[in-house]
């Protein structure tokens, strides 16, 4: 009997369910009984309604924690330590550490390896030890080698020491620069390591040439009386020597611009640096930070990534070592400056192209590529290519992937990445390698696919452009952090 009543039951809530259902169903055929459903948001639709936040004061980490502690338990600082203090800040903007200071090493002892294309160099002890490094160079040593690469033993060093960009330095914060690492920085015994070029490439001599017919002009601040975007020239210019990475070189490796001028290729990128392709930082579509906010770009250089990119390669090392130690005021006036910069190209604004996302959210993907794509890389950078707030970067108008230099996105699939861990942000994400994962031709595909995916104006690669990188990715977990 219990079953009967339970099948029976159940026949009738059944029944109930479909007459409910035909009902539904028949008001939703009726259009006088339905409301139209909202349409659908674009693909893009993020991309296409950037809203920006207003950044925030942030505290700055000292420059140097052991001399800011060591002066704070004295009580006020005397004007001794201010110099110093000014000298750490000013180390900092340089980069200095980043350079003179190998895997494990001491800091400011040198020898980390510098590609050329001569050979490796490898940085100099510049610490205050009296044998290998600085200690016993007077200020004129000093100031005479940031001005002019010439030595205190007599011979000009490589360019690879920005010495043109640093000859703009100011009286006093070359002062302040010279006292920070005489008497600041702890001394260490580290010998100098010979570099790795071949005679007669080896030979001093030529530089000597080389120095006198690209000597550096004096600097200049901007026309116009204004103190914050003169700040900023400075600090590009000079201590920052951004030029050096983002301005292309002459065949005679001089930079081809110190400063902006009408050519307009000071900092107009293009070239590839230990590997990597160096973008734009001039304020222009197709590669550059054209429709980037002031906010923007400072929250890049503090923190190294911001809505629409994350940096890779040595500008992990610029942003962990220098620009998250800079004060709000200074971040602000390098990004002004940089904004203030005019197109040297005349690449159209990025414009966002629902084809390939739609495609590919719907599991129809076009190409080998894009079925690459959704297997291995959507979960993170999502089948729109819009990624994950700042945690996991976008794709779609990512300034790397506008131009038709694909190194950069060749070799972040070939050996991963590694987003910068700093005082504000203190987890670094890591992208794994797929250079066992995937062969040549694999990544060929998947890279002409975020080239040109979503409206992206990048182009296509082979699996010979592939193989040429191949050689010298090192797998992220096998470089320093």
Known sequence: ????????????????????????????????????????????????????????????????????????????????????????????????????????????????????PLGAIYSTNITPDKEHGIGDWSYEDFARLMRT??????????PAMPYPSYSRLSEEDMQALYAYFTKAVPPSAQVNRANDIPWPL???????IWRKLFAPTPYAAPAGGDQELARGAYLVEGLGHCGSCHTPRSTTLQEKSLRDDSSRLYLSGGQVVDGWSVPSLRNEHGGGIAGWSQADLVEFLRTGRNQFTASFGAMNDVVEHSMQYLSEADLNAISRYLL????????????????????????????????????????????????????????????????????????????????????????????????????????????????????????????ADVAKIRKTAKPVEDRAP
């Open 1 to 116: 009997m219990m079953k009967r009543l339970i099948l029976t039951s159940s026949l009738a809530l059944g029944a109930a369910m479909l007459a409910a259902a035909a009902a539904y169903n028949l008001a939703y055929a009726d259009d006088s009984l339905t409301v139209a459903a909202p349409p659908k948001p674009p693909m893009g639709g993020r991309l296409l309604n950037r809203q920006t936040a207003p950044l925030q004061p942030f505290a700055v980490p000292p420059a140097d924690a052991a001399l800011s502690q060591r002066i704070a338990g004295q009580g006020s600082p005397s004007a001794d330590d201010q110099l110093l203090l000014r000298g750490a800040y000013l180390a900092r903007a340089g980069d200095c550490v980043a350079c003179h200071t190998s895997k494990g090493g001491a800091p400011f002892a040198g020898g980390l390896a510098l590609a050329s």
């Open 149 to 158: 690469g010439v030595t205190r033993a007599g011979y000009t060093v490589y």
């Open 202 to 208: 080896s030979m001093r001599w030529p530089l000597a």
């Open 340 to 463: 203030s910069l005019s197109p040297r190209n005349d690449a159209a604004p990025y414009r966002y192209d629902e084809v390939s996302a739609t495609a590919a959210y719907e599991g129809r993907p076009q190409t080998p590529g894009a079925a690459l794509y959704l297997d291995r890389c959507a979960a993170c950078h999502r089948s729109n290519g819009t990624g994950y707030g700042k945690a996991f970067p976008a794709l779609a108008g990512n300034p790397v992937l506008q131009t038709g230099d694909a190194t950069s996105a060749i070799r972040i699939i070939l050996q991963g990445g590694r987003q910068p861990a700093t005082d504000s942000i203190k987890g670094g994400l890591v992208m794994g390698p797929y250079a066992q994962l995937l062969n040549d031709q694999q990544v060929a595909e998947v890279t002409s696919y975020i080239q040109t995916a979503w409206g992206n104006r990048g182009g296509t690669v082979s699996a």
